[in-house]
């Protein structure tokens, strides 16, 4: 099966086939062969979690509460979602986006910022907090993605896995997810970054990644778009399904 072949059959098993994979992210090669491109998405079960949208604050992407008066607990579910600077694009699931983003900008590493936090608190699932990385400040782009997720052995300890993967083919990137599935608990992803495709332009992208998630639990989902020629600067694109784009 070449790569192509099976990114799709990893975008029908693990998201279309799937009621409930969680957020999610993909950093990889825009099929241009001209940008590169970070998709996020976020999903709810209850209330709370549902009551989300995206924001676009110039190349900052947020989440922010639909209404402010049913916020129950916004430590987990109110955060930057993706932030950029100095030619390093992060996005993550939670508020380490800001922690890997200071350590960074204080000439630290991805790796170390994230070995200072822990998987969520939120018992009995324990989310994982999923993280990626498009690194251009050399010659050749990198892309990093790191997990941290409860120990099967002891919830109260968090594995930290980092992966260094080599860039992916023009047209396709590599994912990681909160979850396998629906299930009470939430099962934890398990095993490599999924090779997933994105195809053509970023409404394209984000209409792929729309149609594929559940549309009872889908909530928000962006697209980033980061060119390869400067000074172009990196768009933002944004669906969500509660309080409007």
């Not at 993280?131 to 010659?139: A, E, H, K, V």
């Amino acid at each position: 099966m070449n790569p192509f072949e099976h990114a799709q059959e990893n975008l029908q098993r693990h998201l279309a086939q799937n009621p409930y994979p969680g957020r999610g992210l993909i950093v990889g090669r825009a099929a241009t062969d001209t940008a590169w491109v970070q998709v996020y998405w976020i999903m709810g079960r209850s209330a709370n979690s549902r009551n989300r949208r995206f924001v676009i604050e110039g190349t900052t992407l947020r989440t922010e509460p639909v209404d402010r008066s049913l916020i129950q607990d916004p430590s987990l579910i109110i955060y930057e979602a993706m932030l950029e600077g100095d030619s390093i694009y992060l996005v993550s699931n939670g508020d380490q986006t800001r922690t890997i983003w200071h350590a960074l900008h204080v000439g630290g590493t991805f790796e170390g910022a994230l070995l200072t936090r822990e998987r969520e608190p939120d018992a009995p699932h324990y989310t994982p907090r999923i993280s990626g990385m498009l690194d251009l400040r050399t010659r050749t782009a990198q892309i990093v993605l790191n997990i941290l997720k409860a120990n099967q052995a002891n919830p109260a300890l968090t594995d930290h896995t980092t992966w260094r993967p080599a860039l992916p083919p023009v047209g396709l990137g590599y994912c990681l997810t909160t979850y396998m599935g629906d299930g009470t608990p939430l099962p934890a992803f398990v095993g490599d970054p999924l090779l997933m495709p994105l195809p053509g332009s970023p409404v394209e992208i984000m209409e792929c990644y729309w149609q594929v998630l559940n549309v009872e639990n889908r909530i928000s989902l962006a697209v980033k778009w980061i060119p390869d020629d400067p000074p172009a600067t990196t768009e933002l694109f944004v669906r969500n399904r509660f309080g409007g784009e």
